[in-house]
């Protein structure tokens, strides 16, 4: 069950949180854990205070942000079977793809090579300091290839991970190295810019040679005997979209998130299928965004009233032409109209 409470203001959204977790607490053991998932560390620290303001006192409050929350949920209910990995796990399988040199002989990795091996080229400006410009150029092209290394890998584990949560169809592509069962825009962009072809190639077989079977990680499995998987897996395997969903997970209450990706989307909709799920969000509009008309729908609307209108007209009812004088059915006032 998932429950949306919304706001334009923070503080009201604070008193629907205290009102819950009162409730909460009174029909669970005192030491019962609550569990919040907050944006930012700054959230949490207003969060607590106020809700220790306003509940006498703030105890058994477990805080997390989004990754670390869903992380938690698979150590909870598939231990010593799946584990997520995250950031730091990523940047080291990607720093020991960049390490290995018959791995990034590779044909498609030759951008990525290419980019490693410049450093002494775009370095050579650094000889001014009296030591003859061959030694100087040696040592720029080992450690500023070792240091490129480390600052793409780090720079490429937050990319991939971008990716798995807003464009789970292309990493889906990438795992299966087809584009073939997936029709979705995502899942190529180079289909839909042949631009991108380029950097399309390189990431999509540094990728693999991290992830894919066979990739670094299935090679080097975590230590408890585990598999690790990317957050993308639980909502695209059923086996852990079955496990999720009946995992039994007490109340958990989301906090002055104001977006999350497509992927934290679907699975709070899996969690919200047998577990209690609050969201707390900010809210400008007193409606709910999704009853608002789309600009298809518009028009879709406006065809049939037009014709309904041009037949009573016809039927001599009375009924002028002009029945928008104030153009609120014009396409350029959506203000009025989503006003009503």
């Known amino acids: 069950m998932i429950e949306l409470f919304y706001s334009n203001r923070t503080e009201q959204l604070l008193n629907a949180l205290a009102d819950q977790i009162r409730a909460q607490k009174a029909e669970t053991h005192p030491l019962e854990p609550v569990e919040l998932v907050v944006p930012n560390r700054n959230m949490e620290t207003w969060v607590r205070l106020e809700l220790a303001q306003k509940l006498g006192v703030a105890a058994n409050l477990r805080f997390k942000k989004l990754e670390q929350f869903i992380g938690d949920i698979v150590g909870k209910t598939c231990p010593g079977n799946f584990k997520v990995a995250g950031l730091d796990i990523t940047e080291a399988a990607i720093l020991a793809t960049l390490l290995d040199e018959e791995a990034i002989s590779s044909p498609d990795l030759q951008a990525v090579r290419g980019y490693l091996e410049s450093s002494a080229e775009d370095e050579k400006y650094l000889t ?61 962009p180079a289909a839909c810019d042949p631009a991108l072809a380029p950097t399309a190639t390189w990431q999509r077989a540094l990728w693999r040679s991290v992830f894919a079977a066979g990739g670094v990680l299935e090679k080097n499995p975590p ?31 989301i906090f002055g998130v104001s977006y999350v990706a497509r992927l934290f989307q679907d699975l709070f909709a899996l969690l919200g299928e047998s577990n209690p799920l609050y969201v707390y969000t900010l809210n400008p509009c007193a409606e709910f965004w999704e009853d608002l008309e789309t600009e298809r729908a518009y028009y879709k609307r406006l065809d049939k009233e037009m014709n309904r209108r041009e037949k009573r007209v016809w039927a001599g009812t009375g009924e002028t032409e002009n029945e928008d004088p104030f153009g609120l059915f014009l396409a350029d006032n959506p203000a009025l109209r989503y006003w009503g």
């Open 128 to 188: 001014g300091n009296g030591r003859p410009p061959a030694a100087a150029d040696n040592l720029l092209a080992s450690d500023g290839a070792d240091i490129r290394k480390v600052q793409l890998a780090v720079r490429m584990a937050y990319l991939f991970q971008e990716y798995s949560f807003s464009r789970s169809e292309m990493i889906s592509a990438w795992r299966k190295n087809s584009t073939e069962h997936i029709k979705h825009p995502f899942a190529d």
């Open 223 to 253: 230590p408890e005997g585990e598999r690790w998987i990317t957050l993308d897996q639980l909502t695209s395997e059923k086996e852990l979209i079955d496990i999720i969903k009946t995992a039994g997970l007490p109340p958990v209450h």
